[in-house]
């Protein structure tokens, strides 16, 4: 079942369209990754998804009825791009705060984030006041202050953000935690290998339009361009052929590109009537970045043959 669901959705400030006409789905459990570079229009996307902004046009759906923001935020757990945080408060008294304004009472409340304090060990930051913090530690405490009422659907955007490479694993581990545990989480970022290592569904966005979605693997399969790479120590006389295209060639390894003509198994053939010793055979598939990077230049390829012609 689909917790969210965007339908046609639009929104456009002065002359920029800022959101044009995208539509997608996000399936329960699952940790749904939202990309695209700066400027693209994630963060107007996910302020319509929290209630925020309203769409110029379109539908969201969540848990399947109409989406209305003040029924419904509280179901949602969102930690945006631009921090939010009171600079004069003190962090136990900030974060019970936050608590209550997503409804759980004073007791709830307070257990809720003496739980989180303790297992991100932030006990002793209770007194400090939020300026005293510094980057990192500010992200660590807009984390928990996002999940602390035990959200259905959690939306964070660029949440590695100032954070050490040791504080980043900790809250990758937390995300797969509460996705195992039932959440949704949107995870919005400009940075596309740290989706790969953590999302199975994305959506990439460009200037306002969606260009592509779907499962990650499937997305690389639809990409892939027959290129492979063999673990083997080859002459450059052993990899003059026709059937494939030498991309890179090293001491004890070749990246080679298969004529559209040539399957797997005759390049396997190939190597083994030249009896050669073959350690590793791997297909390397296109990265997030690569695919992207792809999409925008046809894109862009594909405007100008419109306007000139």
């Known amino acids: 079942m689909n917790i969210l669901e965007l339908h046609s959705l639009k929104k456009d400030f002065s002359s920029q369209k800022a959101v044009d006409d995208i539509s997608f789905s996000i399936k329960k459990g699952s940790i749904f990754g939202l990309l695209g570079p700066n400027g693209a229009g994630k963060t107007?996307?996910?302020?319509?998804?929290?209630?925020?902004?309203?769409?110029?046009?379109?539908?969201?759906?969540?848990?399947?009825?109409?989406?209305?923001?003040?029924?419904?935020?509280?179901n949602i757990g969102y930690m945006p791009e631009e921090r939010g945080l009171y600079k004069k408060m003190k962090i136990g008294e900030h974060a019970i705060y936050l608590a209550r304004l997503k409804g759980m009472n004073k007791a709830d409340a307070m257990a809720s984030v003496k739980k989180w304090f303790v297992k991100f060990e932030m006990e002793s930051w209770w007194n400090k006041k939020v300026e005293d913090l510094s980057k990192g530690m500010s992200q660590k405490l807009q984390f928990v202050t996002t999940i602390l009422h035990n959200p259905s659907l959690i939306i964070l955007d660029e949440p590695f953000s100032g954070l050490d490479p040791v504080n980043a694993n900790i809250i990758k581990e937390e995300i797969f935690n509460l996705a195992n545990n039932g959440a949704t989480i949107i995870f919005s970022t400009h940075r596309m290998e740290q989706v790969e290592e953590i999302c199975t569904q994305?959506?990439?966005?460009?200037?306002?339009?969606?260009?592509?979605d779907g499962n990650i693997q499937d997305i690389k399969q639809d990409f892939k361009d027959n290129i492979f790479k063999i673990g083997a120590n080859l002459t450059p006389e052993q990899i003059m052929t026709?059937?494939?295209?030498?991309?890179?060639?090293?001491?004890?390894?070749?990246?080679?590109?298969?004529?559209?003509?040539?399957?797997?198994?005759?390049?396997?053939?190939?190597?083994?009537?030249?009896?050669?010793?073959?350690?590793s055979f791997n297909e390397v598939l296109p990265s997030l970045n690569d695919i992207f990077i792809k999409l925008v230049e046809n894109s862009t390829a594909t405007r100008k043959f419109n306007i000139t012609h």
């Open 44 to 74: 107007t996307l996910l302020r319509m998804i929290t209630g925020i902004f309203h769409p110029d046009s379109g539908e969201i759906l969540f848990n399947g009825k109409k989406f209305h923001a003040i029924d419904d935020i509280i």
């Open 202 to 212: 994305i959506v990439l966005i460009n200037k306002g339009k969606k260009m592509l």
């Open 242 to 279: 026709p059937i494939f295209e030498v991309i890179k060639h090293e001491k004890d390894s070749v990246q080679i590109k298969l004529s559209k003509e040539t399957t797997n198994n005759e390049l396997l053939n190939y190597f083994i009537q030249q009896q050669i010793n073959i350690e």
